[in-house]
């Protein structure tokens, strides 16, 4: 059997990976998917005890799960719990934090039911971005200067000297209201015209870019593309503020051996089995490493590009259901 964690909406990749699985799979063992919003719509149940686990009215038995793919669980953005609960109570973020906690307690008990499988990504695997910036550099990956500060006061002394960017420190959320929704980008920062403290935010030196890349690592292979969004104003400092209108030219993309070998360190380091990775090469060509996400989107690689990562996955998942089927 393999499972596959994700969530029902905005996941083509999840869909394309299966369509994938389906056409190379020479067996009949079923291929189950678990979505986020699947924990509060339909048939769940756990027998703690009796290690018993029921999904969908399909038996989960743990000694015949070969495979894992941990690939999304849900958005809190979009995932509502019974709104009605809430609007009877004044605390009704404490109450509504507390249950995204419950069903991230599950999450975790899960990894544990399922122990014997082999997983790709687990949902214990986030990262601490900083953390990983640290790790990059001990590796041999250059990294932008980064700050992190309350200070006003700090913040215009750091831009006296150096032209900054900020970017959340942890990851970014879209934020919405009755009429539209809000991306958190990557921005240029200003001097601050009075004095204080602000929430603790990261600053990094900002980069002269001669292109962006988008790197997916799976099966010991980085699949990269070049991102020339330095072209454009629009998407200068953050590409992800596409311009539909005429968009960034992308193209496949060959590293260094020696920034393949650093990255392979790192990503070992990190226990990952895939993952997407932010990289931007300088105008002076060096090559600075931003940030992992081991859930990151890879679609936006694999199209423009031609690597067929969504089969590539397929091929990766089935080649670990054999591997561990054989064993057991």
Sequence with gaps: MIIIFSKNYGENTTDDVINWLYHHKKDNEAVVRINGDDLLNKDFYIDISNSEFNFNNQKIDNQIVHTIWFRRTFDEDFLHIEPKIFNEFHNNKTLENHLFSELRTIYRFLESFLEHSVWINKYSDSLNKLKTLQLAEKHGLKIPGTYITNKIETINQLAVDKNLITKPISDAVILFDDDSHY??????????????????????????????????????????????????????VDFRNYNFKKRNRNVPYQLPLHIESSLKELVKELNLKTCSIDMIVSTDDEYYFLEINPVGQFGMVSKPCNYYLEEQMALYILKNYEENRTEI
């Excluded at 921005?187 to 403290?197: A, C, L, M, R, T």
């Excluded at 962006?212 to 020339?228: G, K, N, P, Q, T």
């Design 183 to 236: 991306m958190m980008y990557t921005s240029e920062v200003n001097e601050i015209k009075k004095d204080g403290y602000i929430f603790p935010t990261k600053l990094q030196s900002k980069i002269d870019k001669k292109f962006e890349l988008r790197i997916f690592y799976i099966d010991d292979v980085f699949y990269s593309m070049a991102i020339f969004s330095q072209n454009d104003h629009k998407t200068k």
